[in-house]
């Protein structure tokens, strides 16, 4: 699943964005030509667009509206001087202005991706890089309820790496850190996008596929065993893996009650 969108509930496509930056960057430039000297400067109101552009369309983006915001104001300028040549304090006033333009929208862009990241790092397990188990449940509950309403079957695979404390402690922690990260990968190359990977525990994996009846559960499943075994092979581990999966038709309570079935099919792996 992709987790750029992850309680974001607003998503602008950049060339709207860009459409409605434009647009404000000349409603401001208007205001800017048809009140000048009539109100206080507006040069405030382009940052704006700026601001904008920058917080959800990263800092490049920001930084054209900044630029074009800049040009429009300095053209103003411009035309108040009615043909005259511009003095010291008007460049001056200018490279204040670009200088406050451009560092707005590396401010807020910096901000934002902040932001981003310690978002990211509330639903990431650091090691693996896929979900924690935190979100993993609360995509969990959200998906039994989805699945409640319109009646549509969902799959959920658990994967244990079997004797992991032994690796550990012939190989080092390292060692252990590296297979979970190389199973994390081959896992998340052999799922589709709408499907949810997470870790669960220290040597224990899941995997959540909504809208997945068994026999494409089972396809998947024995694809996934296989590349992970084959990994095993290139880094010389003498390690093996236990898949259990369950097909829901009829929803489980919740994501505590589909982890109780999933640990009994597992215990009698």
Known sequence: ISLDNIDNPIHLNKFLLGIIGMALIAFTAAMDYFFAGRIASVAFLYLVPIVLCAWYGGLVFGEILSVISFLSWTMIRLLWNHGHAPGAVFYADNFIQSVSFGIAAFVVSLIKNEMDRWKMMAVIDPLTNVCNLKFFY???????????????????????????????????????????????????????????????????????????????????????????????????????????????????????????????IMAQA
């Open 138 to 264: 609360d995509f969990a509950e959200r998906e039994i309820s989805r699945a409640k309403r319109y009646k549509r079957p969902f799959t959920f695979v658990f994967i244990d790496v079997d004797d992991f404390g032994m690796l550990n402690s012939r190989m080092g922690r390292k060692a252990g850190d590296e297979m979970l990260r190389t199973i994390a990968k081959a896992i998340v190359k052999k799922v589709r996008c709408t499907d949810v990977v997470a870790r669960l525990g220290v040597d224990e994996f899941g995997i959540l596929m909504p809208e997945t009846a068994s026999e494409n559960g089972s396809l998947a499943i024995r694809r996934l065993k296989s590349d992970i075994m084959d990994n095993f092979q290139k880094h010389h581990w003498a390690m093996t893996i236990t898949v259990g999966s369950i097909t829901f038709i009829n929803p489980p309570q919740n994501a505590e009650d589909m982890m109780k079935k999933i640990q009994l």
